[in-house]
Structure formats: C-alpha cells, structure tokens
C-alpha cells in the first residue's frame, strides 16, 4: 500500500484500539495448527487503549516518529531512510510498509497496557497505527480489512510471532468468536449475548497485572517445537481449547455463567498444558491465594506473566482486590468495549 500523500498542515487524525482477553481458545489461531486443524478463540475487546496520533507537517519537516511509552523519539529526512535499528522498529515497519514514498509526517503512540503483559497490546498499536494512517490517506478500509493488515504487517514486516486473535480484538470490539478454517483463512462473529450476562461478566470479573511480564515471541517459540514433537501434547492442548471456546461462545449466546466459568478454567489447564513456559510460579501463586474467592480463572495471552483474568465469586470482589494488592499485583474492573478501533479528526494546536 504505497503512498505519496500527505495531510494539510491544519489536520491530525487520531486512532484509539482496544486490548483484549482471550478466555478460551487462544494459540489456535496461530500456525501452523490453525491452518493443519483449524482454530477457535473467544475473544473479549477491554476498555484499555492503544493510541496513535498521525499529522502532516509543513514541507521540509521530514519524518518525526515518538513513543510515549519509551519516551523515545526518532527523525528522518524521509520515510524510505528508516531503518531497522532496535530503536521504535515496531512503529517503522508500519511506516516503511504504508508510508514507503511519504515524507513531512509525524507519528506518537502511547499505550494504557504495560508492554509484554498479554492483554495484546502491540496489536492494538498495530491497528491503532494503520486505522489513524489508511484514514489519512483517504483509504476507506474497513476495521475487518484494518486488522488483517494490521497483523500481517506485525507478523511478516516486524517478524512477530503469533496469531491474528489480538488484531481482531482490537478492531472488531465486543465478545466475538473468530474461527479457522483448516487450510487457511478465518471468520469474527461478533456474539449476541444477553444484557444481564454481560452486565454479569462485567460486575464479576477482575483483570489482574500481576507485575510480571512474558517474551510472547520465545513461548510461540516454545509451543511451535513441542508441536513438532511425535504424539505432541501440544496438539492435544490445543485440540481442547478449540473445543472450549466453541462451547463457551455457545454458553455466553444462552447467558450460561456457569458453563462459561467451566470453559474458563479448562481453558487455563489446557494453556498451561501447551508448554511449560505457558506457567510460572509466579501465576501460579496468585491462583492459589484467590482460589477460595474465585469461581475461575484463566491467564492472559501466551501466558509466563502479565495479566490474568478472574470471575470473583458473589461479594468477593474486594477481597480478590486485596490478595492481588498483597502479592505485588494490581486490580482492574473488566470493562468491555463494543465498538472497537475508533478514528478521529482533530485541529492542530
């Protein structure tokens, strides 16, 4: 997607992606079992965002790009001069791919997600970043389109590891079912779920940072080798979470909590069953500690640290927050988002 164009001076256009929690499912959608088996995951959109702000600059002003997150900035003359250097590559693979011929730019992204926590927050950038560029350039893509490229870009130009489960979360918004076809290609149905379950899911959940974080990259690592194995348990792991998130997008269709509380924590045995590097002690300690409050659970992501996900059990919601704050973790309400990758106008200041 080549581009030559740039915005007015008085223009900014501003994206905002939601992170995401994966209850059931996640790993299927990464290859090569999701195209050797095919693949399920359900998929929660979260009200934690990533943001990215793009602007035409005056000629002359050359290419500007900066994390807030990193408090990291770089410049160049043009965008075919970036170069992959260690210093924002994440941020110039999207620039490089969708800005290749542009110049007299400037890009800044923050994130309300700690990175490496499993709440897929590059994918949320990656969306951030292409919703608030593809709109700049007048390309009417829709957030489907966005975030398949989104993550193909992520995946094939930065070189990232993984599925395409958190591009989706990011653009789609809602609880949605994303399924695969053996042989290649998927499907997002955003799921149709009573009021009173979600305001259930909502009231009863918690998101816990437990302080840790993982390196997604080496446990797909992981996972790809111990899949390659003769009789691979691997396989059998994610066969299970398959089936899992199946049943659990049907449970959440009826507003069935207690089979979706099953899926939930069958969820969490069959992930830490992928490989050991999926677990730590670290997690295992919080489960342990908020067992008796809890009526499920399940960690975030590719797992090893980072966020997990908690149904408290009735009145235990304070108290989960408590042992959470006592083992170094911080609490979050689960707040979901319905609408997915959001795009704005905004006057230059």
Request: hydrophobic fraction near 35%.
């Amino acid at each position: 997607m080549a581009a030559s164009a740039k915005l007015t001076d008085s223009r900014r256009i501003v994206a905002r992606a939601p992170c995401r929690v994966d209850p059931a499912g996640g790993g299927t959608d990464a290859p090569p079992y999701c195209v050797e088996y095919g693949g399920a995951v359900v998929n929660f959109s979260v009200a934690r965002y990533s943001h990215a702000t793009f602007e035409g600059l005056p000629s002359g002003s050359g290419v500007r790009i900066y994390s807030q997150d990193q408090q990291q900035g770089i410049a160049a003359a043009h965008g075919s001069e970036l170069r992959f250097d260690g210093q924002l590559d994440f941020l110039k693979a999207f620039i490089k791919r969708l800005l290749p011929g542009a110049t007299d730019f400037q890009l800044v992204t923050k994130s309300e997600t700690p990175e490496r926590s499993g709440l897929g927050g590059s994918g949320a950038m990656g969306v951030a970043i292409t919703g608030a560029i593809t709109r700049a350039l007048g390309q009417n893509c829709s957030n489907e389109e966005i975030a398949l490229l989104a993550n193909e870009i992520e995946r094939n130009d930065f070189g990232s590891s993984g599925g395409n489960q958190d591009s989706f979360g990011a653009a789609i918004g809602g609880i949605k079912l994303i399924t695969y076809q053996q042989g290649g290609g998927c499907s997002c149905e955003k799921l149709c779920i009573p009021r009173q379950t979600l305001a259930e899911l909502e009231r009863d959940s918690l998101l816990i940072y437990t302080g840790g974080v993982h390196l997604s990259g080496t446990i797909h690592a992981d996972i790809k080798k111990s899949y390659a194995l003769e009789n691979s348990p691997t396989i059998r792991a994610m066969d299970e979470l398959k089936a899992a998130a199946q049943q659990m997008a049907s449970a959440l269709r009826t507003g069935d909590i207690g089979t979706y509380i099953e899926c939930l924590n069958h969820s969490r045995t069959n992930h830490y069953a992928l490989h050991e590097s999926c677990d730590s002690d670290g997690l295992r300690k919080f489960f342990r500690e908020l067992a008796p409050h809890i009526r499920g659970g399940k960690t975030c992501g590719a797992g090893g640290g980072g966020f997990i996900l908690v149904h408290a059990k009735p009145n235990q919601r304070k108290e989960c927050v408590r042992i959470a704050q006592s083992l170094g973790g911080t609490a979050f309400d689960l707040k979901l988002d319905h609408d997915g990758l959001k795009t704005w106008e905004e006057r230059s200041s």
